[in-house]
């Protein structure tokens, strides 16, 4: 049973992979959060995995929230995350096995795949160059039959990306990140032509269309799907995201 979350689809790639190979079952954690389904009936021996980006050397705060309220009716012999991430993700998994623990559950094993940012809702972050990201999928790509023969095997593993200063990132920067996650600054230029995009490609059915344009209401994780996959470039966050690119996984094709 694999959990996951994304919102650029590079997780979601992650997963589905991971998925398809060991013929997981996939539950989507926004999806299972809508149908307020935290309880779930494991197979003998069957492992449970998490598939999530890093957000500010965290995991999601939607993550972390769902996490809180699993329950499984036996206890897993084999519990694996995977996080994908622009370049590092501080100490994530320290943050993420404390969250597992609370609920009983063990970490054995953390894979970690560099894959192209999106995150660019703060000035000077923006998104990788074609190039860059063609590299950094290109090596994902290449790195995940080792990481499913390690979860097939059962085997633990420690590849988290730490980046410099990452007590500092997770721990500071991190836990005060929440406070800068809005929906507020978002809207749509002239150039909305209506399409709805925005609206169907919300995990969290966060937006909908008020007189032909996004509205947003204010339950966002600012995973940047609705920026990212607007097909005319006109959703914007406040002045953060002038001038910079779009992309989501797919988008290189
Ligand atoms: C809100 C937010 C915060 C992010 N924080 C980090 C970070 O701390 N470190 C990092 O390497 N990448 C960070 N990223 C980049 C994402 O982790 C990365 O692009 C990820 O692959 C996106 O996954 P998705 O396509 O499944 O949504 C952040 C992205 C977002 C949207």
């Known amino acids: 049973m694999i959990f996951y979350f994304s919102g650029c689809g590079n997780s979601r790639f ?15 954690i926004p999806e299972a959060e809508r149908e307020q389904q935290f309880a779930y009936t494991l197979a003998e021996n069957e492992r449970v995995g998490f598939v999530f980006p890093i957000y500010s050397w ?14 499984f009716d036996r206890h897993p012999d ?9 370049s590092n993700g501080g100490h994530a998994d320290h943050v993420f096995r404390q969250q597992l623990e609370e609920i009983g559950l063990p970490l054995h094993a953390d894979f970690c795949f560099v894959m192209p940012n999106v995150y660019v809702n703060m000035a000077g972050m923006t998104i ?12 994902s790509k290449a790195h995940l039959p080792a990481v499913v023969q390690h979860i097939r095997d ?4 420690a590849e988290m990306r730490r980046g410099a200063f990452p007590g500092f990132k997770t721990n500071v920067i991190g836990k005060g990140f929440g406070k800068w996650v809005s929906d507020e600054p978002f809207f749509a230029t002239d150039a909305c032509v209506s399409c709805g995009k925005c609206v169907s490609v919300c995990p969290l059915q966060n937006i909908t269309l008020e007189e032909g344009r996004p509205k947003w209401h204010g339950h966002c994780t600012n995973c940047d799907a609705c920026y990212h996959h607007c097909p005319q470039h006109a959703i914007q966050f406040g002045k953060a995201t002038k001038g910079k690119g779009q992309y989501y996984f797919g988008s290189e094709e």
């Open 78 to 86: 084999y519990v694996w995350m995977a996080v994908t991430c622009g």
């Open 14 to 28: 992650i997963a589905e992979s991971i998925a398809k190979e060991l013929n997981d079952r996939l539950i989507f």
């Open 58 to 71: 965290r995991p999601p705060a939607l993550v972390s929230a769902f996490v809180r309220k699993l329950h």
């Open 128 to 139: 990788d160059k074609p190039a860059r990201a063609q590299r950094k999928i290109a090596r």
């Open 154 to 157: 059962r085997e633990a593993a």
